[in-house]
């Protein structure tokens, strides 16, 4: 199995996209079950963020605890993570823009885009 925190390959052709700001979502498929994981954001370097998936859940394909069919869990576990991921993205404080947390920080004018922390607060990345 591939180790969940390598970086993705450059394509996108596989991931599934939903929604505005766009929150990707990545359904893996495995011998027994389906991984169901947010595509964000990760500092590889200081200059550098690449596209990471965080596994947010393990869907069996095979048989659902609740009873229900897998396809029904599957479609549950992919809203979600959607929804987890969009509730990580937050309005910055300055410019008003949907920042997701990687691209942004705590501020004292509350959570601010990277942007709007070198404009208006002197912050040098
Ligand atoms: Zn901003």
């Known amino acids: 199995m591939r180790d969940l925190l ?3 390959p450059d394509t996108l052709d596989r991931w599934e996209a939903a929604g505005r700001p766009p929150v990707f979502v990545e359904v893996r ?18 200059y550098e963020c690449v596209p990471m ?6 869907v069996d394909r095979l048989a ?14 992919v809203a979600r993570a959607e929804g ?3 509730r990580s993205i937050r309005p910055c404080a300055d410019c008003g ?10 501020m004292d004018s509350g ?10 607060h002197g912050v040098v990345f």
């Open 64 to 77: 659902s605890p609740r009873g229900e069919a897998p396809d029904a869990a599957l479609a549950r576990a």
């Open 6 to 8: 390598e970086p993705l």
């Open 84 to 86: 987890a991921r969009r």
């Open 111 to 120: 959570f601010c885009c990277h942007g709007c922390m070198s404009r208006n």
């Open 97 to 106: 823009e949907p920042t997701p947390p990687e691209h942004g920080d705590r």
């Open 29 to 46: 498929e495995e011998l027994t079950c389906w991984v169901v994981s947010t595509i964000e954001g990760h500092w590889a370097h200081v």
């Open 53 to 58: 998936a965080r596994p947010r859940a393990v």
